[in-house]
């Protein structure tokens, strides 16, 4: 309910956020996380609805005591609201703008992580179903430079090559999670670098297998033997490859089966 009786006392109100700090030092990140709210990300295949873990901050100049709060929620709640643009790697950078003109802030970074969902076809069934993914959309203004990046986290299989080759029958295997983080020149989506990991792994999963699909995922990890080493380096070869990214890092890691510790990798590039 609106109240304009009280807009003449809003506007009488002191601006403490804007008043002079005798310090005199400028402030690298100021603002809110850990945030949850409710947002629409566009992607690939569409836009779905998804919970995101927000932190949105602003650089503050030396001469100013704090910023306004309140308006780091309020870009948000903007794009939650009913037919709002949803938010997406082509689009983030209009927010990152929208927030340093807002607060009339030199700089400002806008991180968002939340459970991305892709619909996937078991391979002989047909059974459709979601899988979720871990994903980040990071948006930085700094120094009038804008930098973009996008984190995917993806759960394989992985099945070692040495066990196969020792063994006279079986192998042991694993679940895998490899994880990209990409510095982008050009717009790419989350769904593009997932696959990547999942080609390169011995296989990749799926929310609902019948019987004929698990022999079939059995027998192509089987026939698809990877070490950790394996993962990140065809991982790697193939982002190193692609235009659209000019940094990357990626990293994998084996919750073995046959031990009670991981193996894990990592191959950074230009980051």
């Known amino acids: ?7 003449p006392k809003l506007l009488s109100m002191p601006d403490v956020q ?14 809110i996380r850990g945030l949850r709210y409710p947002l629409p990300i566009a992607d690939r295949d569409g836009v779905q609805s998804t919970i995101a873990d927000c932190s949105v901050f602003v650089q503050l100049p030396a001469d100013r005591k704090g910023t306004h709060m309140s308006r780091l929620v309020e870009l948000l709640e903007e794009r939650a609201a009913p037919g709002a643009e949803p938010i ?38 047909g059974i459709p179903s979601l899988l979720d993914y871990q994903a980040k959309l990071v948006g930085e203004l700094d120094e009038g430079r804008y930098t973009q990046t996008i984190a995917v986290a993806v759960p394989v299989t992985s099945l070692c090559p040495s066990s196969k080759e020792i063994s006279e029958y079986g192998a042991h295997n694993q679940r895998s999670v ?29 929310g609902i297998l019948k019987r004929a699909d698990e022999k079939f995922v059995t027998e192509r990890a089987y026939d698809n033997p990877r070490f950790v080493e394996d993962l990140v ?13 000019d940094a990357f890092v990626v990293e994998a890691e084996n919750f073995e089966s046959i031990h009670n510790h991981s193996a894990f990798a990592r191959i950074a590039r230009r980051m």
């Open 1 to 7: 309910m609106n109240h304009p009786d009280l807009l």
């Open 18 to 31: 804007s008043a002079p700090d005798h310090r005199e030092l400028a402030i690298d990140q100021v603002g």
């Open 88 to 125: 997406g790697v082509a689009t983030l950078r209009t927010l990152v703008d929208a927030l340093v003109s807002r607060l009339d802030a030199p700089g400002g970074r806008l991180e968002l992580a939340f459970p991305f969902f892709v619909r996937k076809t078991a391979p002989v069934s």
């Open 178 to 206: 490899i994880t990209i983080t990409a510095r982008t020149r050009e717009p790419m989506f989350i769904a593009d670098l997932l696959r990547v990991a999942e080609e390169e792994a011995s296989s990749e999963l799926f």
């Open 233 to 245: 380096r065809g991982v790697a070869a193939r982002l190193d490859a692609d235009p659209r990214l």
